[in-house]
C-alpha cells in the first residue's frame, strides 16, 4: 500500500483554562494546593487565592493579609495559614493576621518549601530547617550550607531535596543518601510514587530512582524538555511533568505523551502542578490555572492533513490498526500512532463519502466518479464503477461476497469483483438516492433512501415502508442493527424509529427530543460492543441504554466533552478496541472504551452557617463559643430552635 509521510497531527485534550477573562484574578499561577474542605489555593501576584469550582476568592492585605506578595504558604487542618513574604514568616487566617516573625540571621523569606510530619509543621530554605513551635521557630544547622527546596514523608521519616541531593534527617542532622546523581543535575521538584520509587524534576529531565539505582528521561525519549521544573503523580501512578517554556508531559511506565498549544494545552509556561481528591490534574502558569479531567472518555483530532476545514466522513480500520477516513477535498488519510498519511495522490476526485476493504482492495465512495477500486498491491486506481457520468455515491456497505453502494440518481449497486448489478426504482426501489445501508441478522439488506422512506431487499425482492405505509420521514441518513438484530433507523427529520410488525399490521416506534434525544435530525447511528446505541445529531452524540421495557438516554455534547459537537453522515467507526471514532465538523471526537465517564467522587460537603429563624444572629452576643465562625455546643429553648443549616459541597470537576 503505498502511503505518503504528511505532518505529525496532535490529538486536541479537553483543558479547561481560566484566564482573567474567567475571573482570574492575575495571570500568574503557582504554589497549588488544596485544603480538607476541597478548597484550590493559590498564589498570583495580587495575592492569594481561593477556588471552589466556580468562583475565585482574592485575600489581600485588606483581607489582613502582611503582604500580598507571597512566595510560599502552608495551611493547617484547622485553617491558619504559614506565610513566607518579604516581611518574613507569618502565621494568618482569613481575615486574621496573628504575627509576623522577621529574624533577619535566619532570613525567613527565604524560606521555600513546609512539610507536616508527626504532628509538626517543617519548613526548610536558605538557612536550613526550621521546626514551627507555637508561635517561635526552632533553627536546625545544616552542614555545608544545604539549601532545602523539598520536604517530604519517605517510608516514614523526612526526606530532604536540596538543589543537588537527597538527605534523610535523623538525630537533628541531615544525612546525604546513598544515591549519587550526576554532579551537573539541578532538582527542581520531588515526588514518590505507591511504590515508593522516587521522581525528581530536573535540568537534565525526568529522574526515576529505585533504591539506590537512577533511570533518566530525557528528550531523546520523548520528553517536552530537559528542563522540568515541576511533577506530580497521580491516584493511577501515572508522572506528570512541567517545564516553564514548553508545557507539560505525562508518563505512564509505557509512553510518554506531551501536551502541548497544538494539544490545546495553552498554558505552556509551567509552574506548578497538583492533582486534587477527585483526580484532576491542575496546572499554575503565567497564563493562569488549567484543568484536566481525570474521567474525559474524549480525545480529539482538529486538524487533519495539516488542515482545519477537512471534513471526514467514512471510517474504517484496517489489520495493521490504521485507520483510514474518507474526506471530502483531502483524499483518503490514514492515522496510525498519532501519524497522519496519504494514501494515493492521483486520484480522479478528492471527495469521497465512505470507504470499506476487500482482501487486498480499497472501494471507494467518491463524489463524482461513482466507487473506485484501488489495489493496494498495485498501488493503483483499478476499476471505475459508474453507471453513467459524475456520478455521487453517498455510502457503501461489505457482504461476504459482494460490495453494496448507495447512490445519488443510479439506486443501489451490487459490486462483484469488477462488475456490477444494479436496482433502481425500475426494480421497485421507492428513490434512486440511497443514502444508508444495513444488514440484518436474518441477511437482509435495508436501504435508507433520500425522499422515498425505507426499502428492503431480501431474497431478490424488494420492498418498502412509506407514507402511504404510515411511515412520515422520508430522509433515512443511517440505519442500524442489535445483536438481537433489530434494526434502528436515523432520520433527517423525525429522530430515530423502528419497525414493529404485527400480524396484521406495521407499526412504529419513534424515540425523538420528546422522548429524550438531543434532536430530529440524525447523521449517524452506530452499536457499541455493550450493545448500546449511538446516535449522532448537530448537537453532539446521544448514547441509548436499551433495557428490557426501557431506555436510558445520555447526551454527550460540549459540557460532557464531546466539544466538536455536529457530526457526519457515515462517521462512526467501532475500532478494535471498542473505542468509537465519530467524524465532525471539526475534525474526529473519540470515545474511548472503559475510561469513567462520570465523577465517583462525593464533593467535600462541609456546614458553612447555621441561621435563627431564616436571620444571621450573633452567637457570641447570644453566649456561644464558635469555631470555625459556627457556634459551638448550641442549645436554644423550644420557642427560640427554628434552624436552618447552610452548608457548601466542593467538587472541582469541571
Known amino acids: 500500500m503505498l502511503v505518503l509521510p504528511m505532518l505529525l497531527n496532535a490529538q486536541v485534550y479537553n483543558f479547561r483554562n481560566y484566564t482573567i477573562r474567567d475571573g482570574f484574578p492575575q495571570s500568574n499561577s503557582s504554589h497549588l494546593s488544596f485544603d480538607k474542605k476541597g478548597y484550590l489555593w493559590t498564589i498570583t501576584q495580587k495575592g492569594l487565592v481561593r477556588f471552589d469550582g466556580i468562583h475565585f476568592k482574592l485575600f489581600n492585605i485588606k483581607d489582613s493579609l502582611p503582604s500580598k506578595l507571597i512566595k510560599e504558604y502552608y495551611q493547617c487542618d484547622n485553617g491558619t495559614f504559614y506565610l513566607i513574604t518579604e516581611k518574613g514568616l507569618s502565621k494568618w487566617k482569613p481575615e486574621k493576621l496573628y504575627y509576623t516573625l522577621n529574624i533577619p540571621e535566619y532570613n525567613l523569606s527565604s524560606i521555600y518549601c513546609f512539610h507536616y510530619h508527626n504532628n509538626q509543621v517543617y519548613a526548610g530554605g536558605k538557612k536550613g530547617l526550621f521546626i514551627i513551635e507555637k508561635d517561635s521557630l526552632r533553627h536546625i544547622e545544616t552542614s555545608n550550607g544545604i539549601i532545602i527546596r523539598n520536604i517530604l514523608t519517605y517510608k516514614g521519616e523526612l526526606l530532604i531535596q536540596s538543589n543537588k541531593a537527597l538527605y534523610a534527617y535523623q538525630d537533628n542532622s541531615l544525612i546525604k543518601t546513598e544515591i549519587n546523581l550526576p554532579d551537573t543535575v539541578s532538582i527542581k521538584d520531588i515526588a514518590i510514587d505507591k511504590s515508593n520509587n ?61 501536551y502541548k498549544q497544538e494539544n490545546g494545552f495553552s498554558n505552556t509556561s509551567v509552574l506548578d502542578l497538583a492533582i486534587d481528591h477527585e483526580g484532576n490534574l491542575w496546572v499554575g502558569g503565567r497564563t493562569g490555572l488549567t484543568t484536566l479531567k481525570h474521567n474525559d472518555p474524549f480525545i480529539h483530532y482538529n486538524k487533519i492533513n495539516n488542515n482545519d476545514n477537512t471534513i471526514i466522513l467514512g471510517m474504517m480500520q484496517t489489520e495493521d490498526s490504521t485507520i483510514w477516513m474518507a474526506t471530502y477535498g483531502s483524499g483518503i488519510v490514514g492515522l496510525k500512532n498519532g501519524q497522519f498519511t496519504n494514501l494515493y495522490s492521483d486520484f480522479p476526485d478528492n471527495r469521497f463519502f465512505d470507504i470499506v476493504k476487500v482482501e487486498d482492495k480499497i472501494y471507494l465512495a467518491s463524489a463524482s466518479h461513482g466507487v473506485l477500486i484501488y489495489n493496494t498491491k498495485k498501488q493503483e486506481i483499478e476499476t ?39 436496482y433502481s426504482t425500475k426494480d421497485g426501489l421507492t428513490s434512486d ?12 439488506l435495508w436501504i435508507g433512501t433520500v425522499g422515498g422512506g425505507v426499502c428492503k431487499l431480501d431474497d431478490g ?18 440505519i442500524a442493527s442489535d445483536n438481537n438484530g433489530r434494526i434502528w433507523f436515523g432520520s433527517a427529520t423525525h429522530g430515530i424509529f423502528s419497525i414493529v410488525k404485527n400480524d396484521d399490521s406495521v407499526n412504529y416506534e419513534f424515540i425523538n427530543p420528546e422522548k429524550g434525544l438531543s434532536s430530529e435530525n440524525v447523521y ?31 447526551q454527550f455534547s460540549k459540557d460532557e466533552g464531546f466539544v466538536n459537537m455536529e457530526t457526519n453522515i457515515n462517521g462512526a467507526l467501532l475500532d478494535f478496541s471498542s473505542n468509537i471514532w465519530f467524524s465532525t465538523t471539526n475534525g474526529i471526537s473519540i470515545y474511548r472504551n472503559g475510561y469513567p465517564e462520570r465523577n465517583t467522587y462525593s ?21 456561644f463559643l464558635l469555631k470555625d465562625n459556627l457556634p459551638v455546643n448550641l442549645e436554644l429553648k423550644h420557642n427560640n430552635n427554628h434552624l436552618t443549616f447552610e452548608f457548601i459541597g466542593i467538587s472541582l470537576t469541571a
Not at 511533577?231 to 517554556?245: A, K
Not at 407514507?467 to 433515512?476: S, T
Open 524 to 554: 449517524l447511528m452506530i452499536f457499541d460492543n455493550q450493545d448500546r446505541l449511538w446516535v449522532g445529531t448537530e448537537k453532539g452524540v446521544d448514547r441509548i441504554d436499551f433495557q428490557k421495557d426501557k431506555y436510558n438516554i445520555k
Open 198 to 258: 522516587i521522581w525528581l524534576a530536573s535540568n537534565l529531565g525526568l529522574i526515576k530512582i529505585s533504591n539506590k539505582d537512577y533511570e533518566i528521561y530525557n528528550i531523546s525519549d520523548g520528553l517536552i524538555d530537559n528542563e522540568l521544573e515541576s511533577i506530580c503523580i497521580d491516584s493511577m501512578g501515572i508522572v506528570w511533568y512541567g517545564s516553564e517554556g514548553r508545557g507539560i508531559g505525562s508518563y505512564d511506565g509505557e509512553k510518554i505523551i506531551s
Open 461 to 478: 425482492e424488494i420492498s418498502s415502508y412509506t407514507k402511504e405505509d404510515g411511515l412520515e420521514p422520508n430522509y433515512i441518513r443511517s
Open 433 to 444: 438516492r440511497v443514502m444508508s445501508l444495513c444488514k440484518d441478522t436474518s441477511n437482509t
Open 384 to 422: 471505475e464503477i459508474a453507471p453513467h457520468k459524475n456520478l455521487r455515491v453517498f455510502c457503501l456497505l461489505k457482504d461476504d461476497s459482494c460490495v453494496w453502494a448507495g447512490t445519488s440518481g443510479a439506486g443501489l449497486l451490487k459490486i462483484t469483483m469488477n462488475d456490477y448489478q444494479q
Open 603 to 623: 464533593p467535600r460537603t462541609f456546614l458553612n452557617g447555621i441561621l435563627l429563624f431564616h436571620e444571621q444572629p450573633d452567637w457570641q452576643k447570644l453566649g
